[in-house]
T-cell receptor, first 120, second 115 residues
Framework: AQKITQTQPGMFVQEKEAVTLDCTYDTSDPSYGLFWYKQPSSGEMIFLIYQGSYDQQNATEGRYSLNFQKARKSANLVISASQLGDSAMYFCAMREGKGNYGGSQGNLIFGKGTKLSVKP | DAGVTQSPTHLIKTRGQQVTLRCSPKSGHDTVSWYQQALGQGPQFIFQYYEEEERQRGNFPDRFSGHQFPNYSSELNVNALLLGDSALYLC??????????????FGPGTRLTVL
């Protein structure tokens, strides 16, 4: 089973509008972290935002916010006031814990990504 | 503050050859992870190094090996290259705090083409 599912292969948004990129995850670990990365055509993965499984508040970083719905196992990325430079691939990723033993796994598990295109 | 750097940027090899990719972590980071990203896919975890030892490994064959140096930089070696090894190889650095891998920051990647 997919651990990270991004159901939108591609999305279009008008410049200055808001857009939501979907991400659902699957884990039985009570401790985990969720990340969003942006990958422009140049290839570098740029960290955008992080949400911990025990965080009470939804994470925000500038124009990025994470709509974390734990019961639904979803962690959608919201980009407000889209800019032309936001056109890129966006990846949702999860870092699992180690169950009751504390610590975390070292690896990130990525979804297949969503290609966002911002139209002028 | 220097970010994660990788070399070379691009590489072309033929089947059966061996390749070495290099990574320097972000200043202050002690952990390096390597990922393989095939075209149109998300990155897949290869392995992670901490204190010069392999801390965790993904589902990759033994042809993939690595090393971490005392200055925290790292190398990824791939032997007996196959056409399917063609991909973008990403290095990520982070801090290991209390057994938890903190946010991973990625380098620009090395694009490997195997002919």
């Amino acid at each position: 089973a997919q651990k990270i599912t991004q159901t939108q292969p591609g999305m279009f948004v008008q410049e200055k509008e808001a857009v939501t990129l979907d991400c659902t995850y699957d884990t039985s670990d009570p401790s985990y972290g969720l990340f969003w990365y942006k990958q422009p055509s140049s290839g570098e993965m740029i960290f955008l935002i992080y949400q911990g499984s025990y965080d009470q508040q939804n994470a925000t970083e500038g124009r990025y916010s994470l709509n974390f719905q734990k019961a639904r196992k979803s962690a959608n990325l919201v980009i407000s006031a889209s800019q032309l430079g936001d056109s890129a691939m966006y990846f949702c990723a999860m870092r699992e814990g180690k169950g009751n033993y504390g610590g975390s796994q070292g690896n990130l598990i990525f979804g297949k990504g969503t290609k966002l295109s911002v139209k002028p | 503050d220097a970010g994660v750097t990788q070399s070379p940027t691009h590489l072309i090899k033929t089947r059966g050859q061996q390749v070495t990719l290099r990574c320097s972590p972000k200043s202050g980071h002690d952990t390096v992870s390597w990922y393989q990203q095939a075209l149109g896919q998300g990155p897949q975890f290869i392995f992670q190094y901490y204190e010069e030892e392999e801390r965790q490994r993904g589902n990759f064959p033994d042809r993939f090996s690595g090393h971490q140096f005392p200055n925290y930089s790292s190398e990824l070696n791939v032997n007996a290259l196959l056409l399917g090894d063609s991909a973008l190889y990403l290095c990520a650095s982070s801090l290991l705090v209390g057994g938890i891998t903190d946010t991973q920051y990625f380098g620009p990647g090395t694009r490997l083409t195997v002919l």
